[in-house]
């Protein structure tokens, strides 16, 4: 079954304010800035999100918030284009908020964003921290499209993946044709986002990866596994076996992975930002 168009149909178009504020580069930053501001001025209720966030207990200091300069200001630029798209992904999930199953993978993809970010943050680099965190928040997109298709089918997917047998994509190409992997890539092109995203959504758990961003893409597929290690999501077809070959190619060593399954989680959680979105998506809370 190849018309993915009809499970993008079942997903909302992403909001043209959210793709325009992807696309923004930081390599002037008081042009960023400004264009930030302009954009994010645009959306009432984006703007009035961001002044919440800015006025909250984890950000207030001795004045209050009242424009969005000075939200981005305070907040910065990372964090903003991390917010903006996360108050947009929360609201796919508005007419399913109380199925277990968006639950679920909310916040599996939001503990993989951070876990994404934190390994190249411990690795000192700043550029791709940004852009690792927004793949690994939209890699398992798929499954939401497939999901909302048809939910009964999903289900029986989502049950057939606890006892193990199969793969989870073989499992899901045996009840709807597709695969998350598959339907997720095709669904990035649609929206007309960069060829990564694609990419990092069709490739990421696998073993040959056939990119010139393979070592990014790694670091995706490491940080989905140490999710799901810690909780959060399941830990899915060979990466639940011989996951070992993920290690290879990123810049995740024993050590890295050490204090992923055994520290991250308590510092994590007291991440300003990882709070935020805590209250965005409601679901199981991090210890």
Partial sequence: MENFEKYASKLPVIPEVASRILSIGEDNQDFSFKKLEEIIS?????????????NSALYARQKEITTLQ?????????????????????????QFESDPFYNDFWTHSIVTAFIAREIYYRNKDRVNQDLAFTLALLHDIGKVALFNFDPAAYRKVL?????????????????????????????MRIWNLPDIFAQSVELHGK???????????RNISIADYIAGKLGFGTVEENIAGDWAFLLKGTDVGPDDLTFFLQEYEALMVEDPLFLECEKLFPGKKAV
């Fill in 42 to 54: 645009l959306d009432p209720m984006l703007t009035s999100r961001i002044l919440k966030v800015a």
């Fill in 207 to 217: 073993n040959d990866i056939d990119s010139p961003d393979a070592d990014l893409i």
């Fill in 159 to 187: 049950e057939e993946a606890e006892n193990g047998k199969e793969s989870y994509p073989a499992i899901e190409r045996k009840h709807m044709g597709t695969d998350h992997h598959e339907a997720g890539a095709q669904i």
């Fill in 70 to 94: 000075m939200a981005i200001g305070l907040l910065g630029f990372k964090n903003i284009k991390s917010l903006v798209l996360l108050i947009s992904a929360s609201q796919f999930s508005r």
